[in-house]
């Protein structure tokens, strides 16, 4: 969709209502569908089931067993209902083929519309029956809220939001909103005025970047006004805008801020009932759009009569603010493209949140089950280990665990010292604990990894030191542990 | 075969958008019986339990580093039977585009000075460091084409992909042929199976799911140069997917 926008840029045109309307309407679905699958599927289960239960019983069966079959029936016919109306406007669910320079290739008839509609209401329902669920099962258990509004998982950051002329939530169309910590609005951008405010910062572990503020600037994995990290969740866009603009939306937007104590809200935990209000504003969007007496309009193309150059699109993904900016040659081929995708936003304030939470759920060397996932058994022992491919900082530390002595002989190629160099480094000397990861964006630095072991109360006292030594190649990572049994 | 004597599958991931990994979950919702026939031992998009016992690989993705081959040689020794899952494993994708500018220049652009740190090659589909024995085309792949395929693996057969062109298909929808209107198109020289959408929608087709195993390269062309597009604009239409297969066959031809 925000490709589908960037063209339209390129190609300096600006496409007619009725296509505008079609693709949020598409969009209203889309966000429908993923934001039950997510809260219902990914997310909520933790919550609704219970964040200390066993591991086995928190997903989607373990929801139904606790609130009965019907949820799982609902779940289902939201995705197929999102995916029907996302096949009639776009083609294809995954990747739409329909979007031209300056619209759409076929709009809707009457007939589609009204199914549209049902289906729209039925959202709406769903909208409101997720909404008393979570009011029944986590905002009246104590337990629940104290974990909301406690301090585990809260990070004073900026937020970011799609927003209209109204500064009112919007998914599809408007300007960027930005707010401080405080809740103040720092600006909006429009998209092309996009790398005016967002730069990206560049660590050698991940091949992901970290978009920050520019005009507050990057102070690395820490939170507060002077640091540009911010978020682009539903919970951000609720802080970054001022309110909601369809019929019932707002009663729960108030209501939000009401329970958590103002705005904006901090804690990260409340971005699943943000995502439900969004669900319930994705629902009547969609009504409203489907029962737009223009939308079966024939008028959904302006044909292009400019010269393709270069353009950027912003819409609202739900994990975050996408934006895409192509160049283009005269024939519309991209010659460059740029693209600053959903998560990616939050890529930093992940970090953040996964270190603090396992320090806080980690204490004295006891882990509460219930609230770690399970990796696996990581209580491997072994002897002399030669690893060729490339590790994380976990699988690193695992292969530690019970060995008397470590030492770790490592080739890597720094572009500081000759090549050749041996270098002796302290575990302390090893790169920031907050610092991710090498291999998978689930996996952080070993000298993370070491902390999070000890605190577990691995066996990983004796790691005294590692002996970085820089060799011509750049392939081997060799691994030596003495023997431990 | 797992005790319960269920064959066991995993899914794995390499350079992609896990688009199609998505689409079988959502075939999975749509056809949940397949669950009671076999087991999932692995797939990091669906659950967190990772089994290294397997016979059906699945894998989504292109590669796109040296790196990545040690694993894809790995999973190729443990499975019976390695499918590639939708065009970035199949063709190398769009990830493939990254070989049309020098790999230089690609990763400066991407991280600027810090370029070096980053280890990648020529995005390639997976059957060119791995022997595949199937491939499920598309981007994403179709939801009702993988349950067949998965079906008939299952009961040893050979997976049910067409082998005509998409204009077949297109045709036997009643669509108007987007020539006649003034666009380009692939259909006569793509894969058919996905039901035409593209075209049914008013959009060209794009190739994605790769190239039917003798297509008419030289009436395609004809075809194509009579619709007024230069070689370059040609060049351009036919490496939306596939520029690995045809920067194959500008190499065959040398
Ligand atoms: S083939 Fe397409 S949908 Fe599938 S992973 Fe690749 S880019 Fe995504
Ligand atoms: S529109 Fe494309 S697929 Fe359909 S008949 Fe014409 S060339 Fe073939
Ligand atoms: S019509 Fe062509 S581009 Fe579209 S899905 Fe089918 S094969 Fe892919």
Sequence with gaps: MAGAKAVDAVYDVDPPRTEKMLRELLYSAYFVADHTTHFYALAGPDFVIGPDAPIVERNILGIIHKVGLEIGGKVILARKFGHNVIEMIGGKIIHPCTSIPGGLTKGITEEQRQEIEKMGHWAVELGHFSLKLFEDIVLKNSTYLDLILGDIYTHRTYYIGLVDENNKVNFYDGKVSVVDPEGNRLGKYAPKEYTDWIAEHVEPWTYLKFPYLKKVGWKGFVDGKESGVYIATPLSRLNAADGMATPRAPEEYEKFYKTLGGKPVHQRLATHWARLIELLYAAERWVELATDPEITSDNFRTIPTEKPTEGVGIVEAPRGTLTHHYWTDERGIATRVNLIVGTTNNYASLQMSTNKAARALIKGGKVNEGRLTDKGNPFKKLCIQIEKASLGGLSLMEKLIDADQTIIVDAIDTHQFPKGTVRIFKLKDLPDLNSGHTASIHDTSLANAIEVGRLICWNLINIFQAFVVYLPAKQSVLMLSNCAI | ?254
């Design chain 2, 1 to 254: 075969m797992s005790s319960n004597g269920k064959p066991k599958i995993a899914f794995f991931d390499f350079t992609s958008c896990e688009g199609c990994q998505l689409t079988v979950i959502d075939s999975l919702q749509d056809h949940p019986e397949l669950l009671n026939v076999v087991e999932i031992v692995q797939f990091r998009e669906a659950m967190t339990e990772k089994g290294e016992d397997y016979q059906i690989a699945f894998v989504e993705g292109s590669c796109s580093r040296a790196s990545d081959e040690p694993r894809l040689k790995k999973i190729r020794q443990q499975a019976a039977i390695v499918v590639a899952l939708g065009a970035c494993a199949h063709l190398g994708g769009v990830n493939a585009l990254k070989a049309l500018h020098p790999l230089d220049e690609v990763r400066k652009y991407v991280y600027g000075d810090k370029a070096d740190w980053y280890e990648t090659y020529d995005a390639r589909p997976i059957s060119a460091v791995i022997d595949v024995d199937y491939a499920i085309p598309g981007c994403p792949i179709d939801r009702n084409e993988f349950i067949s395929v998965v079906k008939a693996l299952l009961l040893g057969k050979k997976p049910p992909i067409p082998d005509y062109p998409l204009c077949v298909e297109c045709k036997l929808k009643g669509n108007v042929c987007l020539y006649t209107k003034g666009q380009v198109c692939l259909g006569p020289v793509t894969r058919a199976g996905c039901g035409a959408i593209c075209p049914s929608f008013g959009a060209s087709c794009e190739a994605c799911r790769g190239f039917i195993t003798n297509p008419n390269d030289n009436s395609m062309r004809e075809v194509l140069i009579e619709a007024g597009l230069t070689v370059e604009d040609i060049t351009s239409i036919y490496t939306m997917f596939t520029t690995y297969q045809v920067r194959e066959k500008i190499q065959q031809k040398g």
